[in-house]
DNA sequence: GCGTCCAGGTCTACC
DNA sequence: GGTAGACCTGGACGC
């Protein structure tokens, strides 16, 4: 069945997908540029595979299963949580189009970061992403994916449970994932979230300051200044930076002469945008990325 | 082939 | 609070 979701005036369907490098990674499967499949453990049944394009003003979900009215509730949901359709980007766009050389941002409809269905996917590939080649990343999550994830009708697998990764010993996440010194951090973080220790689906609504819930997710192993930083933006946290030798050597080569410099200059050139500066920060620097990715 | 470097960092010990 | 060194992996690169 295919059903069309509403999206808000200017949202760009190809700027969403490509706004970083999530799609790529299990269970996102990037077919092209219009083109998104997710595999969504739905909470009832199998998963679902899920195909979603973007149709003009619509997003569009297709699936080979029957959903019922709950499922495609949920399903919706879901969507809509992934693709940011519901965050108020007006004030953001009204910053941006203050400045000439960022207000291509609000015309082009940038600024939505795709994100995974939970936040507890999102902290995993968040500690995957540390210290290590893309290339890498990629593999562990499909790994992880590949050997914990419920199975879909079509073989695609979701993203496997916190109860899942914690039924596993530490040894499987050096030997199948491929994960490193990371493995124990994963075990402990899914035995953690199994548990009821942590709840990071709570930072999405949390009233903490940034500071402060930045604090919080650094008191999961494996969760430093940049996996929390990047883990701000994708609950809706945009007054962090996220610095990584990625945005440090792009912003050396885009923004000063190709010259080395410290964060606090990086710092100092987005000040201007106040609570928006990370994601000013982010589009600004990956302004061409759209287009060399198509 | 082989060795080295390093990447979308973090932790711990030490000062 | 700041810093040095260790930590896994695997692709890229030079030889």
């Known amino acids: 069945m295919n059903f069309p979701i509403k999206v808000p005036p200017g949202f760009d369907f190809k700027r969403t997908l490509s706004s970083h490098g999530w799609c790529e990674l299990r269970p996102f499967e990037f077919v092209d540029s219009g083109t998104l499949v997710r ?13 979603l394009t973007g149709e003009g003003a619509a997003l569009v979900v297709s699936t080979k299963a029957r959903l019922n009215q709950r499922l495609r509730a949920r399903v919706e949901r879901d969507v809509r949580h992934m693709f940011r359709l519901d965050d108020d980007m007006s004030e953001f766009y009204a910053a941006m189009s203050a400045e000439p050389e960022f207000a291509w941002i609000a015309s082009d409809g940038a600024g939505r970061l795709l994100r995974s ?20 990343t990629k593999n562990m999550s499909a790994a992880l994916v590949g050997a914990l994830g ?31 010194y990371r493995a124990a951090y994963l075990k402990e973080l899914a035995d953690r979230v199994a548990d009821g220790e942590i709840e990071p689906e709570s930072w999405l609504g949390s009233e903490l300051p940034t500071a402060e819930l930045k604090r919080e997710m650094k008191r999961v192993k494996g969760v430093g200044d940049y996996a929390a930083e990047n883990l701000l933006k994708l609950v809706g946290r945009y007054d962090v930076l996220a610095l990584d030798s990625w945005v440090r050597s792009t912003f050396a080569r885009t923004r000063n002469g190709g010259r080395k410099c410290d964060d606090k200059k990086i710092a100092r050139f987005y000040t ?19 287009e060399e990715k198509n």
């Not at 994601?279 to 600004?284: E, I, P, Q, R």
């Open 39 to 51: 595999v969504l453990d739905a909470g009832e049944g199998e998963p679902l595979t899920l195909t």
């Open 117 to 136: 269905p939970t936040v507890y996917e999102d902290l995993v590939k968040s500690i995957m992403t540390t210290n290590c080649t893309w290339a890498v």
């Open 150 to 180: 419920q199975e879909a009708k079509d073989g695609r697998r979701a993203f496997p449970t916190p109860e899942a990764m914690a039924g596993q010993p530490v040894g499987f996440y050096t030997e199948v994932v491929r994960a490193g």
């Open 272 to 290: 201007r945008f106040k609570s928006w500066r990370g994601l000013a920060l982010w589009c600004d620097m990956t302004h061409h990325w759209f």
